[in-house]
Structure formats: structure tokens, C-alpha cells
């Protein structure tokens, strides 16, 4: 009996989804919770795993294909290993000395393919003496040394590009990239956009870091003190201090959040995202620490999920871990502002009468003309650089 492979259930703010990639085959064995496909939406690309040990039976939605909440995507034999209706099962040729057929499942003939093996090298083990693609591994770890030489020999060689050749590439947007693009777009074209700057001196986070950096993740196990937790709660305290940045406009309404969810961009291979630390008030600095650090590595993993990134009411992100000297975000929409963070670098500055090399950064506050007057921006970002200039004002409340 067959078990029907479904799209993820979307929450509300998500339409539909892509078949953005098979990662097993029709016939292929599947063990249970294997991934299988991967499905790319608006916000995030989720992962189908396997309900059992068994095998794909028939793909109903190839790559590309747009599906809703639940559909049915694929169907699924537990147990032994299906026949694929899309890719009969092919009986291959033994040898010259006339031995029976050896039968190969899609996923060994692949490999043995992309190795140059003939199906009368590898032993089957699968039923009626089928080869599978785990007989397959196991003898590309044993084969001889002559049959490595061998299948060194017969690989193909890659055409080497000509000198001064134009050489172009074309490969379709991500879903995902596609509508990072557009919600730019559409937040410089619907909102009235400015950008203020300040400068800030790090030295003394840099010096209060040095000092505790290593009493911090002993007693925090193992979290590591960084400058985004600092960021994160001097950015939570101005919020406090001028509502008007928190809030967000939907149509003609201004809605003022009675609390503090801060996106902070993340740079994935698959592109931007924006992750949400809920309750940034209640969050001690190795909380912020540890939300983030959990943030990237899910990040890097593909394994951040829809509920991860909904929500916000106001985004830092960093360009300085790139190099980045000054740059000016752009507005993460329905939300009126967000905060910049670019490179630390030595530059020589006035102090008492005196010229001082100091660690400075680069501070720019991109934010809605039409819910935030130019005033509040400046004090804003004033105020985040008066705190992380002098991190005791934070403890203190003043």
C-alpha cells in the first residue's frame, strides 16, 4: 500500500511553494526521516523527509513545480524497495560468458554510470540477485587497484575553455532570491526612505570583550561573547526609549509594538534571511549570543524554518563581516527602520585636544520618512552610539 508524500503545511502568509529539489529517486532506497525533497517558498526552503524506511514509488510534482499547502507530491512503498512506474527497473547485461542478467535499481545504474563499472563487476545482494547502490559502494571501497587505474583512465576529460573566450552561464532565480528582490524594490518604491549616519567608537566594547571574553564562555558554556549582542541590546534600549522605530504601518494605520523582536540578517547559500530574537528585553547577552549562534549554524544548514523569520520590528544587519566600510540598508517592510553595522577600523580622532587612534565603526539607521521625523532618527542612533560607548549607561538605565 501506498503512502501519499505531502507539501509542507504553509502558514497564512504563504501561498504556495516550489520542487526545488529531489534528492531521491524513484526505486532508490529511503531510510525513515531521510531527506527527500526540498520545498522553496517566499520566506524559506523546507525540507519533506521520509515517513518510513522504504522507497519513492512515483514523483507526482517534478522540480519547478508549484505546489499548495499539503499537497500530494510524491507517493511512497514502506518496506522493500518499490518499483518506480516513472522509471521501470532495466535488466543489465552480465557478461560475454553469457551469466543471467544482473537487475540494477535507478540509484546503482547511476553510479556505476558516472564510474565506468559494468553490472557484471558488482555482486547483487538485492532480491533475485538485483544490484542495489549500497552493492555498488561497497565495491568501488574494495575494487582493485587495476579497476581504479582502469576507470581513472576511461573518465571523461573536461574541455578546457579557449583562450579569450565569452563564456555566459544561465540559471533560472531562486524562488527565494526572486522575492528578496522584489520586496527591496518594493520597499524604496512605497516608502520615503532616509538614511542618517554616525560614527561610534568600539574600543570600549572591544576592551570590556577582552577583558571577559573568556570568563564569559566558561560560564555560559561555551557560548562566545560577541559585538552583535552588544548591538542587540543598545538597539533594544533606544527602542524603548522612541517607540516610533519600533512600529510598522499597515495602509493607513501606524501600529506601535509594546515590545522588541529584532531581525538580524544572515547570509545563507541560499541567500538572505532574517531571522527574529523574540523579547529582546527579557534576553540576557549570552541569550542573544546563543539565539544567534543557533541562528547561523541553522542558517548554513538550510534548517531555518517560516516561524523563525515572521514577525519583526526591527532589523540589524551587519556588512561589516564582509569588509564593508559604509553602506545604506534598505528597509525590511511592514517594519519603519533598520540598523547598519559596517568594518572596525583604526582611524585617528580628536581627543581632549589630543589626536588618538581609536576602533571606529561606521553606524547608518535607513528609516520611513513617513512614520519617523528626521529628529527621532538621529536622537535614535545617537543613543545607540552614547550606549555602546559607554556599555555601563545600559546596566545603569540612564
Known amino acids: 500500500m501506498s503512502i501519499e508524500i505531502k507539501a509542507p503545511t504553509f502558514p497564512e502568509s504563504v501561498a504556495d511553494g516550489t520542487v526545488a529539489t529531489w534528492h531521491k529517486q524513484p526505486g532508490e532506497a529511503v531510510s525513515r526521516d531521510e531527506l527527500i525533497v526540498d520545498i522553496e517558498t517566499d520566506k524559506v526552503v523546507l525540507e519533506v523527509v521520509a515517513p518510513a524506511d522504504g522507497s519513492i514509488a512515483e514523483i507526482l510534482k517534478g522540480e519547478g513545480s508549484t505546489v499548495l499547502s499539503d499537497e500530494v507530491i510524491a507517493l511512497f512503498v514502506a518496506g522493500a524497495v518499490a518499483e518506480s512506474t516513472a522509471a521501470p527497473v532495466a535488466a543489465v547485461a552480465a557478461s560475454a560468458e553469457g551469466d543471467a542478467a544482473a537487475v540494477a535499481g535507478p540509484a546503482a545504474r547511476k553510479l556505476m554510470d558516472e564510474n565506468n563499472l559494468d553490472a557484471s563487476q558488482v555482486t547483487g545482494t538485492g532480491k533475485g540477485g538485483g544490484i542495489t547502490k549500497e552493492d555498488v559502494v561497497n565495491y568501488l571501497k574494495n575494487k582493485p587497484a587495476a579497476a581504479v587505474a582502469k576507470a581513472s583512465a576511461a573518465a571523461p576529460v573536461i574541455e578546457a575553455v579557449a583562450a579569450g ?234
Do not use: C
Open 165 to 398: 573566450a565569452r563564456v555566459e552561464k544561465r540559471v533560472p532565480m531562486t524562488r527565494l532570491r526572486s522575492t528578496i528582490a522584489k520586496r527591496l524594490v518594493e520597499a524604496q518604491q512605497t516608502a520615503a526612505m532616509l538614511t542618517t549616519y554616525n560614527e561610534v567608537n568600539m574600543k570600549p566594547i572591544m576592551d570590556l570583550r577582552k577583558q571577559y571574553k573568556d570568563l564569559f564562555e566558561k560560564t555560559h558554556n561555551g557560548t562566545r561573547l560577541g559585538f552583535m549582542s552588544f548591538f542587540v541590546k543598545a538597539a533594544t534600549e533606544a527602542l524603548k526609549r522612541f517607540p516610533a522605530v519600533n512600529a510598522s504601518i499597515d495602509g493607513n494605520d501606524m501600529v506601535y509594538h509594546g515590545y522588541q523582536d529584532i531581525g538580524v540578517a544572515v547570509s545563507t547559500d541560499r541567500g538572505l534571511m532574517v531571522p527574529v530574537l523574540r523579547d529582546t528585553d527579557a534576553l540576557s547577552l549570552a541569550g542573544v549570543e546563543a539565539a544567534i549562534a543557533d541562528f547561523g549554524a541553522r542558517g548554513r544548514d538550510g534548517k531555518l524554518g517560516i516561524n523563525d523569520m515572521q514577525g519583526g520590528t526591527f532589523t540589524i544587519t551587519n556588512g561589516g563581516v564582509f569588509g564593508s566600510l559604509m553602506s545604506t540598508p534598505i528597509l525590511n517592510p511592514p517594519q519603519t527602520a533598520i540598523l547598519g553595522m559596517h568594518k572596525i577600523q583604526e582611524r585617528p580622532m580628536a581627543v581632549n585636544g589630543q589626536v588618538v587612534i581609536l576602533p571606529m565603526m561606521y553606524l547608518a539607521v535607513s528609516y520611513d520618512h513617513r512614520m519617523i521625523d528626521g529628529k527621532e532618527a538621529v536622537q535614535f542612533l545617537v543613543t545607540i552610539k552614547e550606549l555602546l560607548e559607554d556599555p555601563t549607561r545600559m546596566l545603569l538605565d540612564v
